[in-house]
């Protein structure tokens, strides 16, 4: 070997050392960043002492929910891909489904369409019934939330008939009974998960169902009276995407509507109001929501994609089915802004005080300051451990499989001047005022192991409200 050559080599071997010394020193800061961060939510979390139960109503609605993988169901289903990405408001049958599963998928965002065709809806029932694992839950967004709320220290009156597959845990009651159920199926993918040519960005899922008892929200009427009495602090709407897309007669979707707008302009301001926004496709459904539900707001949760579609029909543009599935926190902000901006210029008898936005990275919880909701720091905490929780199925975090997204710091709105925000480890949830409102920005720590996403959003937003109706 000549001395060059020699040299050369020890060079080399020097750079590889120290890359190595590197990574490792690297991987160790990660893992140190990872726990700190991990404490101190938990620090934020457990901050708040529940000193008795608060009275929450929960409606509307419930069902049965298959969660399964989506590629095993096309498998079963014997769909072929096409590669085509096509956007259908409603499913008919094996085609559109696969071009509207495309159409989701190459964004990863998450969806929920309504299946017309009764047969087709069956064999895909059927299928999920015969796939050994498919994993049954009792789902709905109300069910989810309520058992939720239940779990974190509530008593709940939940608008929803006890059926055979939707029981009740302890401190939920329901209203009646009911004798069937409709089925919710949740068609789960993983990131990079290859369908044809497209390869999912993130981890999501599409829910298809064809339910006949939840979209006339033929419950409230019935569930009035019994929340009247009942006289809880807050009330959770969720649930009403099960009228997107419903092939309702004439006039009927409206009439429900202006049954519901009654029942919210009639609730007594000692009961707060929540509404859980969800994937809506329909534009005049969405026109409804504005006019009849969101002026009664105190407060809205939503996820990345519900966000920018709410803003896009409040601000006359038509629906915005997909958007960024990994936002940046300065764009969510600002989104949020314009939302208070936007929702108080409607007519109610309710001011918007509270916004929750949960994403894949982050949670962000907006309140004004002086309003009733409580500890935002901590419910921005608790909704980051619960996103965790919830996706890894394990109340206990592995930090083995999870990993923050987040940057180490983003600004805190794009207007020239704004202030850049750092996170700090120790104390991971960040936050801050401005003008008459309290931001806080809390990092996830999103599992990197999967085992369910549907039902995340109802889980988080529930847990974020619980700590905020505390004294
Ligand atoms: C996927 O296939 C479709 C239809 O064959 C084609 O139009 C499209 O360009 C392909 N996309 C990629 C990324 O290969
Ligand atoms: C699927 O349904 C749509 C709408 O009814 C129809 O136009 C299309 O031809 C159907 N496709 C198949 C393969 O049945
Ligand atoms: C609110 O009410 C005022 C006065 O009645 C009316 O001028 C305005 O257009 C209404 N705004 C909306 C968004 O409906
Ligand atoms: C989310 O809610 C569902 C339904 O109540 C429940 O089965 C699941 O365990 C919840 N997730 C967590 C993290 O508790
Ligand atoms: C949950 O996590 C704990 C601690 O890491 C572990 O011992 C337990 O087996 C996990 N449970 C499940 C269901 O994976």
Same mark, same amino acid.
């Given at each position: 070997?000549?001395?060059?050559?020699?040299? $050369?080599?020890?060079?080399?071997?020097?750079?590889?050392?120290?890359?190595?010394?590197?990574?490792?020193?690297?991987?160790?800061?990660?893992?140190? #960043?990872?726990?700190?961060?991990?404490?101190?939510?938990?620090?934020?979390?457990? !901050?708040?002492?529940?000193?008795?139960?608060? *009275?929450?109503?929960?409606?509307?609605?419930?069902?049965?929910?298959?969660?399964?993988?989506?590629?095993?169901?096309?498998?079963?289903?014997?769909?072929?891909?096409?590669?085509?990405?096509?956007?259908?408001?409603?499913?008919?049958?094996?085609?559109?489904?696969?071009?509207?599963?495309?159409?989701?998928?190459?964004?990863?965002?998450?969806?929920?369409?309504?299946? !017309?065709?009764?047969?087709?809806? !069956?064999?895909?029932?059927?299928?999920? !019934?015969?796939?050994?694992?498919?994993?049954?839950?009792?789902?709905?967004?109300?069910?989810?939330? =309520?058992?939720?709320? =239940?779990?974190?220290?509530?008593?709940? $009156?939940?608008?929803? #008939? *006890?059926?055979?597959?939707?029981?009740?845990?302890?401190?939920?009651?329901?209203?009646?009974?009911?004798?069937?159920?409709?089925?919710?199926?949740?068609?789960?993918?993983?990131?990079?998960?290859?369908?044809?040519?497209?390869?999912?960005?993130?981890?999501?899922? &599409?829910?298809?169902?064809?339910?006949?008892?939840?979209?006339?929200?033929?419950?409230?009427?019935?569930?009035?009276?019994?929340?009247?009495?009942?006289?809880?602090? $807050?009330?959770?709407?969720?649930?009403?995407?099960?009228?997107?897309?419903?092939?309702?007669?004439?006039?009927?979707?409206?009439?429900?509507?202006?049954?519901?707008?009654?029942?919210?302009?009639?609730?007594?301001?000692?009961?707060?109001?929540?509404?859980?926004?969800?994937?809506? =496709?329909?534009?005049?459904?969405?026109?409804?929501?504005?006019?009849?539900?969101?002026?009664? @707001?105190?407060?809205?949760?939503?996820?990345?994609?519900? $966000?920018?579609?709410?803003?896009?029909?409040?601000? *006359?543009?038509?629906?915005? &089915?997909?958007?960024?599935?990994?936002?940046?926190?300065? /764009?969510?902000?600002?989104?949020?802004?314009?939302?208070?901006?936007?929702?108080?210029?409607?007519?109610?008898?309710?001011?918007?005080?509270?916004?929750?936005?949960?994403?894949?990275?982050?949670?962000?919880?907006? /309140?004004?300051?002086?309003?009733?909701? *409580?500890?935002?720091?901590?419910? @921005?905490?608790?909704?980051?451990?619960?996103?965790?929780?919830?996706?890894?199925?394990?109340? /206990?975090?592995?930090?083995?499989?999870?990993?923050?997204?987040?940057?180490?710091?983003?600004?805190?709105?794009?207007?020239?001047?704004?202030?850049?925000?750092?996170?700090?480890?120790?104390?991971?949830?960040?936050?801050?005022?401005?003008?008459?409102?309290?931001?806080?920005?809390?990092?996830?720590?999103?599992?990197?192991?999967?085992?369910?996403?549907?039902?995340?959003?109802?889980?988080?937003?529930?847990?974020?409200?619980?700590?905020?109706?505390?004294?």
């Amino acid at each position: 070997m000549s001395d060059r050559i020699k040299h $050369l080599s020890i060079v080399s071997s020097i750079i590889l050392v120290l890359a190595l010394f590197l990574k490792r020193n690297y991987d160790l800061k990660l893992t140190e #960043r990872l726990m700190h961060v991990h404490d101190g939510l938990i620090r934020a979390e457990q !901050k708040i002492q529940l000193q008795h139960r608060t *009275k929450v109503g929960v409606g509307f609605g419930g069902c049965h929910d298959a969660f399964l993988p989506a590629l095993e169901a096309w498998k079963g289903l014997q769909l072929t891909p096409s590669n085509e990405l096509v956007h259908h408001n409603l499913i008919n049958n094996k085609t559109e489904l696969e071009q509207l599963f495309n159409y989701f998928f190459y964004h990863g965002a998450a969806v929920e369409r309504y299946v !017309k065709n009764p047969e087709f809806f !069956k064999e895909i029932v059927s299928f999920a !019934k015969s796939y050994a694992d498919t994993r049954w839950h009792v789902g709905g967004n109300a069910p989810v939330m =309520a058992q939720r709320l =239940a779990m974190e220290g509530s008593d709940v $009156l939940l608008g929803a #008939r *006890k059926s055979p597959n939707v029981l009740f845990g302890d401190n939920v009651k329901g209203i009646g009974d009911q004798d069937e159920d409709d089925v919710h199926v949740i068609l789960e993918y993983d990131k990079n998960e290859v369908w044809g040519n497209i390869t999912t960005p993130r981890a999501n899922r &599409l829910i298809v169902h064809s339910d006949q008892y939840n979209p006339m929200l033929n419950m409230i009427e019935e569930f009035e009276v019994e929340l009247k009495k009942f006289q809880p602090r $807050l009330f959770v709407l969720g649930g009403l995407q099960m009228m997107d897309n419903f092939p309702f007669e004439e006039g009927v979707r409206s009439s429900r509507f202006l049954v519901l707008q009654n029942f919210l302009s009639a609730m007594p301001t000692s009961t707060l109001i929540h509404f859980e926004m969800a994937s809506f =496709a329909e534009e005049d459904l969405v026109h409804e929501l504005i006019d009849k539900v969101l002026p009664y @707001a105190d407060s809205l949760g939503m996820n990345e994609q519900e $966000l920018p579609n709410i803003l896009a029909v409040l601000n *006359k543009k038509p629906v915005q &089915l997909v958007a960024d599935s990994n936002p940046r926190v300065v /764009t969510a902000l600002d989104d949020i802004r314009e939302l208070f901006r936007a929702v108080g210029n409607l007519n109610g008898s309710r001011r918007l005080t509270r916004v929750h936005v949960h994403t894949l990275a982050y949670q962000a919880v907006v /309140t004004v300051k002086g309003s009733p909701w *409580k500890n935002t720091m901590s419910a @921005a905490a608790k909704s980051a451990l619960v996103a965790n929780r919830h996706v890894c199925g394990n109340s /206990t975090i592995n930090l083995e499989k999870a990993r923050i997204i987040l940057d180490e710091s983003f600004r805190s709105s794009r207007i020239e001047g704004s202030e850049r925000i750092f996170l700090k480890d120790e104390r991971p949830v960040s936050c801050w005022e401005e003008n008459d409102m309290l931001f806080c920005v809390a990092p996830n720590l999103v599992c990197t192991h999967i085992f369910q996403t549907g039902g995340g959003g109802d889980n988080i937003s529930a847990a974020g409200l619980s700590l905020q109706i505390v004294d």
